[in-house]
């Protein structure tokens, strides 16, 4: 890439300014704070295992799950560069039992909220396997000038007015949209900027590559057990069987499948109900991405994720995405053995 081809993640957004005229340089202050936070985390899971920076926080999320020192490091990092950027009126992530006011509140005046999955894939960290960031802008709802209250979080996955992710991987990347499509952002640490690299990301409507925790087979609900038979039976005609890829990082199988196409499946198991993936967070960012690269994605026969009324902050759900044929014959299992 010659320094005439590069256009940088900074740039591609002002040049995109029309697509989103009611933010005046709102949603570019917000997307610089996400850049910020970004290649810090870069620089810290590039260092992991030389630095203190691996295992576990000792401490344990609303979740119930053991916080690792990255989750930690990485909610406070997202936040302070939110914050200071006075765009952001409040913030819900996984590392926090309650939506947090900026500030004590004092940007109340912002018109934007956002939830995050700071690390996602943290069982990963320990192990140099890739994670990511999560990352769902809203507009408030509630009164500029008051503080955010439940109305402003619990809202459909469509209302979203921005999404994307991070991945930490073998390069790190930064891909998003704001509902005209998905781009993706290579990070050129030498420069220090993301360089856009995937242009106009779209899923192929049929892949390959199914990916889920076999693991909990037995668990499964039967339209998803006879699925995974249907991906593993010899059938030339329709490329079976399929490959199974798993990396127990959401981001990272999401990216691939994104990108080859495929599916991924996270069912209710015995462990999770409902599922393991939270919605605010997880799903409804993933969903939004996944819907914009031409893919689908529903949590169960006929339920469409984004149209969701989120009813809790941490609230989980069953999660398929991915290339629609693939979701499509997934959704028909689901029905056949509702
Ligand atoms: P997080 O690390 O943010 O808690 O998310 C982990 C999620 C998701 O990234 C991944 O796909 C899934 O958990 C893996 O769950 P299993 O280990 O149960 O397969
Ligand atoms: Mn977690
Ligand atoms: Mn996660
Ligand atoms: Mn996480």
Do not use: W
């Not at 979080?153 to 992710?165: C, H, I, L, R, S």
Request: charged share 20%; proline share 4%; net charge negative.
């Amino acid at each position: 890439m010659t320094t005439s081809t590069i256009q940088t993640l900074g740039e591609f957004i002002i040049a995109h300014q029309k697509d989103y005229p009611e933010a005046s340089g709102e949603l570019s202050a917000l997307f610089s704070a996400i850049k910020l936070a970004a290649k810090v985390i870069h620089r810290e899971i590039n260092k992991a295992g030389l630095v203190n920076i691996a295992g576990l926080s000792g401490d344990e999320n609303v979740q119930g799950e053991q916080q690792m020192k990255l989750d930690v490091l990485a909610n406070d990092t997202f936040k302070a560069a939110l914050a200071a950027r006075g765009v952001v009126c409040g913030i819900a992530s996984e590392e926090e039992d309650h939506y947090v006011l900026l500030d004590d509140g004092l940007n109340t005046n912002s018109k934007y909220i956002v939830m995050m999955d700071p690390v996602d894939g943290s069982s990963n960290i320990d192990v140099n396997v890739s994670v990511g960031t999560i990352f769902s802008v809203y507009r408030r709802r509630s009164p500029v000038g008051t503080k955010v209250s439940d109305e402003d979080f619990f809202q459909p996955g469509t209302e979203q007015v921005a999404a994307g992710y991070v991945i930490y991987g073998s390069s790190t990347m930064l891909v998003y949209s704001t509902g005209h499509g998905v781009n993706g952002f290579t990070y050129d640490p030498t420069l220090g900027v993301f360089c856009l690299s995937h242009p106009n990301m779209q899923t192929p409507e049929l892949g390959l590559i199914y990916s889920i925790n076999e693991g909990n087979y037995v668990h499964f609900p039967e339209g998803v057990k006879k699925y995974i038979k249907y991906c593993q039976v010899e059938d030339d005609a329709s490329n079976r069987p399929y490959t199974s890829r798993y990396i127990g990082s959401l981001v990272s199988d999401i990216h691939r499948n994104l990108i080859y196409g495929g599916i991924y499946l996270y069912p209710s198991s015995a462990r999770y109900p409902n599922g393991k993936l939270r919605l605010l967070y997880e799903c409804n960012p993933i969903a939004f991405l996944v819907e914009q690269a031409g893919g689908r994605a529903i949590c169960k026969e006929g339920q469409r994720v984004l149209e969701l009324k989120p009813t809790s902050l941490h609230q989980r759900v069953p999660f398929f995405a991915g290339s629609k044929a693939m979701v499509d014959d997934l959704e028909q299992f689901l029905f056949d053995n509702a």
